[in-house]
């Protein structure tokens, strides 16, 4: 990876008006955590019409055919809606620079699909939801908000589970029903490409949900 990237010295001073033109004063309040090929964010560009969308991605080809997608999809709509103009696309390295493009408790939902796995012991560390990040998420996601994350690799699963399950600042959301009404959770499950992918090879896929317990009764 090319590790330069541009990135403002505090979210105030992030201009958001090139990423969300026909938005009014845009403030993001989901994230799609290594986007891929973008398809939970295109997902929740129609399942949620007014809140703002962003995915983040590290590799920039990748990012480029996101944000060409958005785009077209964009200049599709236009002539009858405004649809789409609630989700973007940014590059960057989301295990470094999320501070810097978020206020304290402004996200609502954040998304970790299927991350790469780093089966090596010794990159365990690099793995994007470690306890370490998840003190940064916990700061960024609002009282209540919710943290999802998906894989189909078991050993990754038992590590979210285990790492959310210990942080202070969040509590799994256990209930089969709320998980199923929620239906982030279905678009999580089928509307990513690797999703997709998993489903084609007959592969399992794991879930684990997490809401951002209020501070006050954060033990
Ligand atoms: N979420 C997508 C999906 O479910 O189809 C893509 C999953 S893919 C296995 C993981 C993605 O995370 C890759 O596109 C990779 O480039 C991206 N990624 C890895 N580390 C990242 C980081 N530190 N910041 C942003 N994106 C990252």
């Known amino acids: 990876h090319n590790d330069s990237f541009d990135y403002p010295l505090r979210p105030s001073e992030m201009d958001w008006s090139t990423h969300y033109p026909n938005i009014d004063a845009p403030k993001v309040e989901f994230l799609d955590v290594g986007c891929g090929f973008g398809g939970l964010t ?42 789409y103009q609630n989700v973007s696309v940014l590059r960057t390295n989301a295990m470094r620079y999320l501070p810097h493009y978020f206020e304290k408790g402004q996200i609502k939902k954040m998304f970790f699909c299927f991350p790469d796995p780093q089966f090596k012991v010794r990159n365990h560390r690099r793995r994007i939801v470690n306890t370490h990040l998840l003190t940064e998420y916990a700061y960024l996601i609002a009282e209540g908000g919710i943290l999802y994350t998906i894989t189909d690799v078991e050993d990754l699963h038992n590590w979210h589970v285990a790492k959310c399950d210990a942080h202070p600042c969040f509590e799994r959301i256990t209930d089969e ?12 499950t089928e509307e990513t490409e690797e999703g997709k992918k998993v489903a084609r090879s007959g592969g399992k896929k794991y879930v684990a949900v997490y809401r951002r317990i209020p501070d006050a009764t954060v033990a």
């Open 177 to 188: 029903a709320d998980l199923e009404a929620d239906p982030c959770v279905k678009a999580m």
């Open 42 to 83: 295109i997902a929740l560009a129609t399942l949620f019409p007014e809140n703002l969308t962003l995915a983040m991605e590290i590799r920039p080809k990748v990012t480029e055919y996101v944000r060409l997608r958005i785009d077209a999809l964009r200049q599709d709509a236009l002539a009858t809606t405004k649809a």
